[in-house]
Structure formats: C-alpha cells, structure tokens
C-alpha cells in the first residue's frame, strides 16, 4: 500500500505502471472556493490564452463547470453518485474534482492522463489543507497570497510523473 | 457495456432522431425541452472548450465523463450532431458513431419515402438500423 507524501508520492504510486513513451503534461489548473471566487491560478505549459482577461476566464471557467454539473445530473440515464469528472476534446483533457467543502479544482492536461482524481485530491489535502487552511494568516475566500503553497504546487506538479515542461 | 441513448441532431437544432435503450432515470422534462437543452448544451460546451482551450483546438470537443456514464459527441461536415450516452466501458465511440452516421444516410437519404431536409425522417427503414447498430456494436465490445 503507497504511503502518501507531499511531491513524490504521484511517482510512487504511477512511475511503474505509467505510460511512458509520449510526453505528457499538464497545461494548467484552477483552485475555486464555494462562491465561485478563484483562489489560485497556475499555468506550466499553456499555448493559446483565451483572448479574455484573467478575471473574466475564471468566472467562466466556475459559471460553465457549474452548468455543466446541472446538466449531467439533469439528463443523466442513470442515478447519479459522484456527478461531472472530465471531459476531453481532440487536444486536452479536463479533469474536475470537488470537496465537501465546496473547494473545487479544475485541471486541464494532455490526453495522456486517464484519471487526476487522485492527483487532485492529494493537491488538496496535502497541499490546500496543509498549508492554507491550517495557515493563520491565510483568510479563506480571498485570493492565495501564500508563496509556500505556490512553490509546494508548483514542485507537486513538476513532480508527477507524467509531467512534461513541453506538450506532446 | 451498454448503450443508454441517442440523439441525432441537424445543422438546425432539430432533433432528427432519439433512440433509448437503457434508460432509468428521466430528464423530468418534456421530450421537446431536453432535445433543445441537449443541443443547447453541446453547443456552449463546444464554445467553452475551444475558447479555455490552452492549444490551439484541431477537433474541439468529444466526450465527457461522469461516475456513471459517458458521453460521446460527433459531429459531421454537413452539420449533423450525433451525441450517444454509454456506461463507462466504451473508450471511444468515434467510429461507432462515424458508422451510424454512414449507415442513416445511406438509409435516410436515398429513401424516396423520406421528407428532406429538416422535418424527422419517418421512414421505417430509418428508425431500425440505428438500434441493431448500436445493440450489435454495444455487444461487440462486452469483454
């Protein structure tokens, strides 16, 4: 059974049963608090911007996740459990995991990647609770100003094995 | 593996053809009502997803995942819009619905029956080979 620790701990679990051969990576990801405000953005390797400013991008970015969940749910054939968890087009992957809480994080990468569940449960715990729930002078519902968790993302995710600094 | 249902839209909006094989939970809507939110729907999904996109898009968008089904999405040149929900199993359903597209066409078209361009293609020939199709193909790919 892996152990779970900060940074290498994706390694572990993936290095020997991965996929390796194409470069894969991950494009960026966004941190969302339960009204929809943005709590971190990170970008490793993205190519097009989306021709909107930042502030726009993240409200749709939280307005179409949100959309999207209601219509899976809505029109699902079946009982839903957990709901919305990727979608993928021709060229990336988007993976979408939800606390409790309400934290969400969205991540887009390659198409290389099967299932970030994990991956983004491990950014939360190890990484969003531990350093900004737990953090005194972090308010909650602002925008992330601790550079700790930035630089510990950041390693987390250079880190993954899968992670590539140039797309495939 | 299993096939839950299926839409085929035209360029229009109008959905041409709907057909359900494993179905336990409804909408809650009209039949009407969940077609327009359908295509509705994909079409601001298909924006969203060209638009956030981080590489510039060749394709754009065609599938997505939930913990229980999955959706698949085709789209032709001439603007007809094959959406299909399966369980989990199926990894890509692009061909599957590249064949049904072929199979309809050559069955909707050529049909002298048929009313074009946009009303419902009534013809019998038409409703059934999208069913044997997609049951055949469902059972093709159970392990």
Redesign the interface.
Same mark, same amino acid.
């Given at each position: 059974m892996a152990t779970r620790r900060t940074g290498l701990c994706g390694y572990q679990r993936y290095g020997r049963n991965s996929r390796v051969g194409a470069l894969m990576t991950v494009? /960026?990801l966004y941190i969302f608090d339960r009204n929809g405000s943005c709590l971190h953005y990170g970008e490793w390797?993205?190519? #097009?911007q989306?021709?909107?400013s930042k502030e726009e991008?993240f409200k749709? *970015?939280y307005g *179409?996740l949100f959309?999207?969940r209601s219509?899976?749910s809505? *029109?699902?054939?079946?009982? *839903? #459990?957990?709901?919305?968890?990727?979608?993928?087009?021709? #060229?990336?992957k988007?993976h979408y995991y939800e606390t409790a809480t309400g934290i969400k994080i969205i991540m /887009?990468t390659d198409l290389g990647v099967p299932n970030a569940k994990d991956i983004l449960h491990q950014i939360y715990s190890t990484l969003y609770v531990e350093y900004i729930v737990k953090n005194p002078l972090c308010v909650l519902g602002e925008q992330l100003s601790s550079d700790l968790f930035s630089t510990r993302l950041d390693l987390y995710i250079r880190a993954l094995p899968f992670f590539s600094p140039r797309?495939a």
């Open positions: 494009h /960026n390797n993205r190519k #097009k989306a021709g909107i991008e749709l *970015m *179409m959309s999207i219509f899976c809505k *029109m699902s054939p079946l009982d *839903m #459990k957990d709901g919305f968890l990727t979608f993928q087009t021709s #060229k990336y988007l /887009n797309a």
